[in-house]
């Protein structure tokens, strides 16, 4: 019985974290309330307060839930183990590339990208969300600028080039790739040239063509 329990609470749960992905993505977070949540989920506002403190805490398990992909492809780009045999170079080039294609091939995560950088406003009860956006965004700059130290060591890396303005610039453009696609796919077409937006960058921040993978 407690088991049946767990799995009619998680259920609960899900049609919520569904509810309210729609919602945020339809209307935005700020014009979206809790009450609205549930009646779309089918559901009563306890229910939401069962399992959610406040839409913050709604709002940062609905990115938790999207975001374990993106995860892993950070471990893919620090832990040499995951990518034997490339460079950091390549290494770069296949996590960004990985990272655009995820966001075009997932509904769900393409969806709370989305609500994240155009449908949400981090003021007032939003704040604690944007506090832990602002702390996962530091820590992935600090990665790209770790796996950029390491190419730079390697030589990988043109003379001259800051490797703390390197990161953040890979990782802004990244961002504004995907927000341009969302907003107008026909101007920024990332489902089909993915590698020819990124080559920019790459061209201009590393030698030669030393970031593409060795022909097989």
Request: charged share 20%; aromatic share 8%; hydrophobic share 45%.
């Amino acid at each position: 019985m407690a088991r049946k329990t767990k799995e009619e609470a998680d259920k609960t749960r899900q049609l919520l974290l569904d509810a309210a992905e729609q919602l945020f993505w339809e209307h935005g977070v700020s014009k979206t309330t809790l009450a609205g949540i549930a009646a779309h989920a089918g559901l009563t506002r306890g229910a939401i307060y069962w399992h959610f403190d406040n839409k913050s805490d709604l709002f940062n398990a609905m990115c938790e839930r999207a975001f374990p992909q993106f995860e892993e492809l950070m471990q893919a780009l620090l832990v040499e183990d995951y990518c034997p045999g490339l460079t950091p170079a390549q290494r770069l080039w296949q996590h960004s590339c990985s990272v655009l294609q995820l966001v075009t091939t997932s509904q769900r995560v393409a969806r709370v990208v989305g609500i994240i950088n155009l449908r949400c406003e981090f003021v007032g009860e939003m704040q604690n969300s944007y506090l832990l956006d602002r702390s996962w965004l530091m820590e992935k700059v600090g990665n790209l600028h770790a796996m950029l130290s390491q190419a730079a060591e390697r030589g990988q890396v043109r003379p001259g080039i800051d490797l703390a303005c390197a990161s953040g610039c890979l990782h802004s453009m990244i961002c504004g790739l995907v927000d341009s696609w969302m907003l107008n796919p026909q101007v920024v077409d990332l489902e089909n040239h993915c590698e020819q937006l990124l080559t920019p960058f790459f061209a201009g921040v590393f030698v030669a063509d030393c970031w593409l993978p060795a022909p097989q």
